[in-house]
């Protein structure tokens, strides 16, 4: 009972908003599957009973029957104002960039307008600093019309925040499951690779060797070690974690290859775990990772793990070494590290 079309035909067509089902063909005109709208002329809409639209009617059975929906379908900010209330501050901030992303692709802004309006509903603060990132005035945080109030029922329980709905604190005993990218080249130090592999996998981890090539990387103590991804099929993003192993070569290679360079600059604005040893640390002393301590530089020792950035320049040692990294990992995201991600090219 949607209808966008003069009624006066002898048999009326019906239009509406639902666009999905098994094997449907058709293809709908027009910018909007959704209403409210602006930008399709508010249609399709429900036809009113003028237009011939079905209308709902009360039949006394023991009482009146009615056809309405509840009044808690009438709260559409409650939960979204609870989601965001449960929020660590990463978190929040990690929201008011997907909103950049998302409604910054909105051409109209009319529409990016409406949406920071609702936004100004859910919290006041989210709502500005979205619109300080789409080009909306900060005075278009306001009530949006379709509500009087962001409260609930007065029946309905309230609840301020729930921790269950925040990742932050979330710490786990097991990398279970856990990615792990392992970048090389040629000349890589093939003993280290077997041996962090050995350890990360036997704990339960995945790993896989990434480099600029498909194939067999010769290592410096001269056995094949098999690549598994390529740069170009592959990215930081598909990973929990980046080990970057020793070998004089291997790191001279992954220094004049942009990919690799991106590959941890990424992991690194992501707040994942990265090891490195050896060689491997020099790689990424000659980064963008700004303020972070790293073995064997600037007499530093020859272990050090800061902020989820796990490096050792004595590649005999090993065992602190995985243990140290294994707990980085487990701990997935170093949220520390989130006021420099701006300063990081990636």
């Known amino acids: 009972n949607f209808h966008e079309i003069p009624i006066n035909r002898s048999v009326a067509e019906v239009s509406n908003n639902q666009r999905d089902g098994y094997h449907r063909q058709t293809i709908n005109k027009g910018r909007t599957s959704y209403f409210p709208n602006s ?113 609930p029922p007065a ?12 990742i932050l604190d979330e710490r786990s005993d097991t990398i279970q499951s856990r990615r792990v990218a392992i970048l090389a080249a040629d000349g890589v130090d093939g003993s280290s690779i077997t041996q962090i592999r050995q350890a990360l996998e036997a704990a339960g981890a995945q790993t896989e060797i990434v480099s600029k090539y498909k194939g067999s990387l010769q290592s410096v103590n001269g056995d094949d070690v098999e690549v598994d991804k390529n740069y170009v099929t592959t990215g930081s993003i598909m990973y929990d974690a980046v080990f970057v192993p020793g070998g004089r070569e291997n790191v001279e290679a992954l220094r004049t290859q942009g990919e690799a360079i991106h590959f941890i600059n990424e992991a690194f604005k992501h707040c994942k775990a990265i090891g490195a040893v050896a ?31 796990v490096t050792t320049s004595d590649s005999t040692q090993l065992d ?20 420099l991600k701006d300063t990081v090219p990636a």
């Open 320 to 339: 602190s070494f995985i243990d140290e990294f294994i707990r980085a990992i487990a701990q997935h995201r170093h949220w520390e590290r989130e006021s």
């Open 279 to 309: 060689e491997g640390v020099n790689l990424l002393a000659e980064g963008q990772l700004k303020a972070i301590r790293l073995a064997g530089v600037q007499g530093e020792n020859t272990s050090v793990s800061d902020q989820g950035i």
């Open 155 to 166: 029946n309905k329980r309230q609840v301020d925040r729930s921790d269950a709905l925040s």
């Open 39 to 151: 930008l399709g002329g508010g249609c399709p809409m429900t036809a009113p009973q003028s237009a011939g639209g079905y209308v709902h009617y009360q039949e006394k059975v023991d009482g009146h029957k009615i056809r309405e929906r509840s009044d808690s379908f009438k709260d559409h900010y409650s939960q979204a104002t609870l989601f965001w209330n449960s929020m660590s501050a990463p978190e929040k901030q990690h929201i008011i960039d997907a909103f950049h992303f998302e409604l910054g692709k909105v051409d109209s802004k009319q529409v990016r307008e409406r949406m920071v309006g609702h936004l100004g509903v859910i919290n006041e603060h989210l709502a500005k600093e979205v619109a300080k990132g789409i080009g909306v005035s900060q005075s278009m945080v306001y009530m949006p019309p379709e509500t009087d109030s962001k409260a």
